[in-house]
Every structure is written in C-alpha cells, then in structure tokens.
C-alpha cells in the first residue's frame, strides 16, 4: 500500500505559476507509475504527467512546455510546477501512483486559475 499526501494548490491569475506536491508514504523506487492527474467539474479525469518505470515523464498535449514534473526520491515526493497558467487549468489535481496491480489516489487539491 501506499498512501499519497498533496499540497500546493490555490487561487492564482492566469499566467500565474504553481508548484503541486505530492509525498508518498514508502519509497518511489518501489513504484511503478507515479504522477498527476485532474478532473475539471463535468469532465473525466484526464492525465497531467507521470514518471513511468522506464524513468521518463509524460505530458498532456495541453500542459506541454507550461508544466514540469520532478522528483526528490530521497523525499519520496512527486512535484508539478506548472507555469503560463491558463483559466482551463481550473481542476481538482490528483497524485496517483501504481503499485501493481493498484491504483492509490491521493485527496485532491483545488487548483482555479481566474482570467
């Protein structure tokens, strides 16, 4: 098991910036999968970015050259900056990591870009 603990969201104007932060409760090099995805009010949840096992990130065409996603493996924390926000960015953002064959979900953190 493997519980994920998100901070970072918040209110900001377009064009603003954000870090989320995602820690993990044991270590990412035991993980398969690890990173962000975001549910917008009336859509389905889509893929931001993530670390897969062959160690480079994906990207959403939406979020590419705006966001970044890192990682601090003696943190055991996941990171999104997410830059040139645009007011379709506005979502609850979510950390998922797969520990096969289980998906974890973290709780959610509200990220609303105002225009």
């Known amino acids: 098991q493997v519980q994920l603990v998100e901070s970072g969201g918040g209110l900001v104007q377009a064009g603003g910036s954000l870090r989320l932060s995602c820690a993990a409760s044991r270590s990412i090099f035991s993980i398969n999968a690890m990173g962000w995805y975001r549910q917008a009010p009336g859509k389905q949840r889509e893929l931001v970015s993530i670390?897969?096992?062959?160690?480079?990130?994906t990207y959403a065409d939406s979020v590419k050259g705006r966001f970044t996603i890192s990682r601090d493996i003696a943190k055991n924390t996941v990171y999104l900056q997410m830059n040139s926000l645009k007011p379709e960015d506005t979502a609850v953002y979510y950390c998922?990591?797969?520990?096969?064959?289980?998906?974890?979900w973290g709780q959610g953190t509200q990220v609303t870009v105002s225009s």
């Open positions: 670390f897969t096992s062959g160690g480079r990130p």
């Open positions: 998922n990591a797969l520990l096969a064959p289980y998906n974890y």
